[in-house]
Every structure is written in structure tokens, then in C-alpha cells.
């Protein structure tokens, strides 16, 4: 069992940055596959970012790489979303998810929320215009 607590969301201008936390409890932490999602009011949720176990990889949507960049720190069981050069269109609720590594085949498999079985509960981000 994961639990996973995100923090860091506020409110921002446009230009700025804000790195978001995701805080991981259970012993298995390091052994999984770490993903960020976002959901903007009427709209579905959608990838943003994912880390491979060892960190080795990363992958992103196309409307953040460049901007965003996804780290972990296994020994913190922590995973980091750095956010700079934001728009407002990056307003969402962004939720923190873990996924079993037996589950990730190829790399497809971190873009598909269905791939993950924890998430946590979300943190606000809002982008002023």
C-alpha cells in the first residue's frame, strides 16, 4: 500500500514557477513508476510528467517539456514537479500517482493514468494571467 500527499500548488503569475511534492509513505517507494496528472475544471485528466523507478527516465506531455521537469529522491520517497515558464493554460488540480513496475512494460504505459493504482488526493495550481 502507497498513500501519496502532494504540496506546493498556489497561485502564480504567468512567467512564474512553482515546484510541487509528492511525499510517498511505504516501503516499496523506490521500486515504482511515479506520474503527474492534471485536471482542469470541465475537462478530463491528463498526463503531465513520469519518472521511471531508477529515475534513469523521463517522459513528458508535449505541452510542458522544456518547462516542467520531473525528479525523485527515493531516499526522501519523494517525487518533484518543477514548473517554470507558466501559462495559464497549466491551471489545474495536478495529482501525484504510483504505479507497480511490473506494469510498465514500455514506455506508453507511464502516459496512461489507468497504469497507476495510488493517487493522491491533488494540490491547486493556478497560472494569472
Known amino acids: 500500500q502507497v498513500q501519496l500527499v502532494e504540496s506546493g500548488g498556489g497561485l502564480v503569475q504567468a512567467g512564474g514557477s512553482l515546484r510541487l511534492s509528492c511525499a510517498a509513505s511505504g516501503r516499496t517507494f523506490s521500486s515504482y513508476a511515479m506520474g503527474w496528472f492534471r485536471q482542469a475544471p470541465g475537462k478530463e485528466r491528463e498526463f503531465v510528467a513520469a519518472?521511471?523507478?531508477?529515475?534513469?527516465?523521463?517522459y513528458y506531455a508535449g505541452s510542458v517539456r522544456g518547462r516542467f521537469t520531473i525528479s525523485r529522491d527515493n531516499a526522501k520517497k519523494t517525487v518533484y514537479l518543477q514548473m517554470n515558464s507558466l501559462k495559464p493554460e497549466d491551471t489545474a488540480v495536478y495529482y501525484c500517482?504510483?504505479?507497480?513496475?511490473?506494469?510498465?512494460?514500455?514506455?506508453?504505459?507511464?502516459?496512461?493514468?489507468?497504469?497507476?493504482?495510488?493517487w493522491g488526493q491533488g494540490t491547486q495550481v493556478t497560472v494569472s494571467s
Open positions: 500517482a504510483a504505479g507497480s513496475p511490473q506494469k510498465f512494460y514500455s514506455a506508453s504505459y507511464y502516459y496512461t493514468g489507468g497504469s497507476y493504482d495510488y
Open positions: 519518472i521511471r523507478w531508477s529515475g534513469g527516465n523521463t
